[in-house]
């Protein structure tokens, strides 16, 4: 059984920074690719980005530029830095976890979410 659980979350000023966390416990399967997606509301969920066990990377274009994917693979851990963060990135961002080397669509694995609001 595979849970991730993330962090980092919470509210930011415009152009501000976070960076979020995701944990992996349990069984892992590798290959693997982790990933975040965020969900607005009265939206659907989309990719931020995604990275596999071995290094690629995959962004979205909601924060391409703006964000930075990384993972520590003996922690079973992704990071998501994020910069310059505006009021339409507020939204709740989920971890993924998918089996294989698949950057483009989510696995069956989900965190609960963290919630990210960019506000004055």
């Known amino acids: 059984q595979v849970q991730l659980v993330e962090s980092g979350g919470g509210l930011v000023q415009p152009g501000g920074s976070l960076t979020l966390s995701c944990a992996a416990s349990g069984t892992i399967f590798r290959p693997n690719t982790m990933g975040w997606y965020r969900q607005a509301p009265g939206k659907q969920r989309e990719l931020v980005a995604s990275?596999?066990?071995?290094?690629?990377?995959k962004y979205g274009e909601s924060l391409k530029g703006r964000s930075t994917i990384s993972r520590d693979n003996a922690k079973n851990t992704v990071y998501l830095q994020m910069n310059d963060l505006a009021p339409e990135d507020t939204a709740v961002y989920y971890c993924?976890?998918?089996?294989?080397?698949?950057?483009?669509?989510?696995?069956?694995?989900w965190g609960q979410g963290t919630q990210v609001t960019v506000s004055s």
């Open positions: 990275i596999t066990s071995g290094g690629n990377t």
């Open positions: 993924n976890l998918a089996r294989g080397l698949v950057l483009y669509r989510p696995g069956n694995y």
